[in-house]
């Protein structure tokens, strides 16, 4: 293969080491384009390596030093990536948060990493951030990123340059570069994942060795990347670095947007997700629905040669001329993705075999590419010229994959995590003999081709200690009872409401409620009291019922409970959604980033994952105030709606009288 950016990278200790190195051979190569009003703007190594010294000064000046943590809760955009080189720079350690991430989760990991200093983006997350400097004196500095980083830089202008490159000459290999936290839908406290700068970089750079032989066939310049994936999760960081490694181009856009700019910047390597591709296909396939019948025709017909064209193990002239005839249909296809796409690297591995080859018998040759947190990157990938539709592809170069008889899919070897901060006991029972449990469901064939199916839990970095076994989207143990499922009915036709209301899962009769572990008995009929399992004390519905809602709260997607008794047929319950979770929610269970909160608290899959939890809570209630119909709200009751006492306690009337329509829902005799 010769030498490659790939090989190039591995010479290096430091992930900024490669920002360096092309600002000094080549200052005007284009490495970043940002978007400024209504276009793309180029950025040339020179001067990214210019901003990312002046903050790198600034953060020295500060204070920072060596081994520092400096906390980044930012959305994806180009400041994050300059802020980032230049903890890199001075050997300080990033710890990221995106933009949505709670008040808690945000106090949860600086309490975890202490960070020396800290940039915010927004004004709620610098009170929150200012606010625990009272708390942990080791959080020196606060910066809001709107408008702190000109003061910043300003710190170290009189700086000399050499203070970074002593730091950056300082720099190893085996040096912690980032402490990860994963968002999980298991709790909202998850342990960090600390990625040295070695393991970011040999990642990268086996992505980009094992890409080459396509990426090479690009003029040099000519590669460039438009991501939307969020920085503070692995994919969006680990594209990150490998399109720095591998000398493309980057351009940054925010969740949701990467469709509609793709015809703006016309990417030449397309970085996505499964959800793009099939958002893409659903809207050419519903666009031919809506002509007709002919339409419909030549839409299957098409799919049906592109599909077997990529899988033709000989593209014969046959196969060409079946092809051909259907060039105009997909060069629709080519231009909603810029037009000028010449390699597609698709993350997760969610993407079905048909589609696989749809797209690529269309001309995007799709690489299906998998990796975690712990494997600092892509740990398995189809190549060019190498590939099997709807797999992921073999392991990298100096990993080994296995899939054990419960069929979950073990890693071993290359670049993997330096373990999880401050948790010692988890970071070895990710491990089961030298082996990393990914927690992920696979299969793989005679020749190694890895075939994701799911997740047995949410991520690795949530893996249990050995023996345990926790099944994708389970509750966290709050005491041991049997889940009873059953299956909801769904409103067709939501109604939203107040709060960005959106219906629960009702039904159409009483739903079966599960009996209670121990006997309970209503000690006086009317009086709204009866025995506790636990000692004999009795306690009254109120108790009760604020026991249920307790119990409920004590999932990460749930944020508040409110069950309704009092004048009502049966209990019912108002539930909203913890705004982070529901994001990370979205992301592992491959819905589109343009999915709005609203329609998220309302996709069957997650209100199934309610109405278990619901089902669960029954068990330690009596029958009377079992909770049978619910209604989910993407949108949590505030204080400043009025809904909130200052102390987080509910105004349950105020609730009650702003969410009167819905509730009257719940009991609504249904007719069909």
């Known amino acids: 293969m010769g030498e490659t950016p790939g090989s190039l990278a591995r010479a290096h200790s430091g992930l900024s080491d490669v920002i360096y190195e092309v600002a000094t051979s080549d200052a005007h190569a284009h490495v970043f384009s940002v978007l400024e009003g209504e276009g793309w703007e180029r950025r040339t190594a020179g001067e990214f390596a210019t901003e990312v ?8 000046a ?14 994806s955009h180009h400041d994050w990536v300059r802020v980032a080189y230049a903890v890199w720079s001075v050997r300080a350690v990033l710890v990221p948060l995106p933009a949505v991430a709670s008040a808690e989760r945000v106090a949860h990991v600086v309490r975890q990493t202490r960070p020396a200093a800290a940039v915010v983006e927004g004004e709620r997350q610098y009170r929150t951030a200012v606010g625990l400097q009272r708390e942990l004196p080791d959080l020196g500095r606060v910066w809001r990123l709107e408008e702190g980083l000109p003061e910043l830089v300003s710190l170290g202008t009189y700086m000399d340059a050499s203070a970074v490159r002593f730091r950056r ?22 342990r960090g994942v600390v990625l040295s700068h070695g393991a970011l970089l040999v990642a990268a750079a086996d992505l980009v060795d094992r890409m080459w032989p396509r990426l090479s066939e690009l003029p040099s310049g000519r590669a460039s990347a438009v991501l939307d994936l969020p920085l503070s999760e692995l994919p969006g960081l680990a594209s990150l670095v490998a399109c720095v490694v591998g000398r493309v181009r980057v351009g940054l856009v925010a969740p949701g947007r990467l469709r509609s700019e793709l015809t703006r910047f016309k990417p030449t390597v397309l970085v996505c997700q499964p959800s793009l591709f099939e958002r893409v296909h659903g809207a050419e396939r519903e666009s031919a629905h809506s002509t007709d019948w002919d339409s419909v025709g030549t839409f299957n017909a098409a799919m049906d040669a592109a599909v077997q064209f990529d899988q033709s193990p000989k593209k014969g002239a046959w196969q060409r001329l079946s092809r051909s005839m259907y060039d105009w249909s997909f060069s629709k296809i080519r231009d909603l993705l810029g037009g000028r796409v010449h390699l597609a690297v698709c ?9 696989d080859s749809y797209f690529s018998g269309v001309g995007v040759p799709v690489m299906q590419v998998f990796g975690l947190p712990e494997t600092a990157g892509v740990f398995a990938a189809n190549a060019p010229g190498d590939r099997v539709p709807g797999t992921v592809g073999q392991a990298m170069p100096g990993r080994e994959v296995w899939v054990s008889r419960e069929g979950e899919l073990y890693v071993r070897g290359g670049a993997v995590f330096l373990g999880y901060w401050a948790d010692g006991e988890g970071s070895r029972a990710a491990f089961r003999e030298g082996w990393l449990a990914t927690g992920v469901s696979a299969e793989t064939d005679d020749e190694g081709f890895v075939r994701v199916r799911g997740r047995l839990r949410p991520q690795a970095s949530m893996a249990e200690v050995p023996g345990r076994f926790v099944p994708r989207g389970a ?3 709050v005491e041991a009872v049997p889940v009873v499922m059953a299956e909801p009915v769904v409103r067709p036709e939501p109604r939203a409401g107040a709060a960005g209301a959106l219906p629960a899962v009702e039904a159409t009769r009483e739903l079966e409620v599960a009996p209670v572990a121990e006997p309970v008995e209503r000690s006086r009929a009317g009086t709204g009291e009866f025995a506790a399992v636990a000692g004999g004390e009795r306690l009254d519905d109120a108790e009760v019922v604020a026991g249920f809602e307790a119990r409920l709260r004590a999932h990460p997607l749930i944020s508040q409970v409110l ?12 539930v909203t959604l913890v705004r982070d979770q529901l994001e990370y929610w ?18 069957r899959d997650l209100l199934r994952e309610v109405q278990g939890l619901v089902y669960e809570a029954n068990r330690s209630v009596p029958r009377h105030l079992a909770v049978r119909s619910f209604h989910v709200l993407a949108e949590e009751f505030t204080v400043q709606s009025g809904l909130v006492h200052p102390t987080g306690e509910l105004r349950r009337e105020a609730v009650l009288r702003a969410f009167s329509e819905e509730i009257d829902g719940l009991y609504r005799v249904r007719r069909d």
């Open 53 to 60: 010294t002046a903050l790198a000064k600034g953060l020295v």
């Open 62 to 75: 500060a204070g920072v030093a060596e081994g520092d943590r400096v906390l980044l809760v930012a959305g």
């Open 169 to 190: 000459d300082e720099v190893v290999s085996e040096d912690a570069a980032v402490v990860l936290y994963p968002m999980s839908t298991v709790s909202r406290q998850t």
């Open 347 to 355: 993350w997760g591995g969610g993407l079905s075999e048909r589609l």
């Open 475 to 477: 509750a966290p143990a």
């Open 563 to 574: 069950v309704i008794v009092e004048g009502r047929p049966f209990a019912s319950a108002l």
């Open 586 to 603: 979205r992301l592992v269970n491959g819905r589109p980033l343009s999915m709005a909160p609203e329609e998220i608290a309302g996709d």
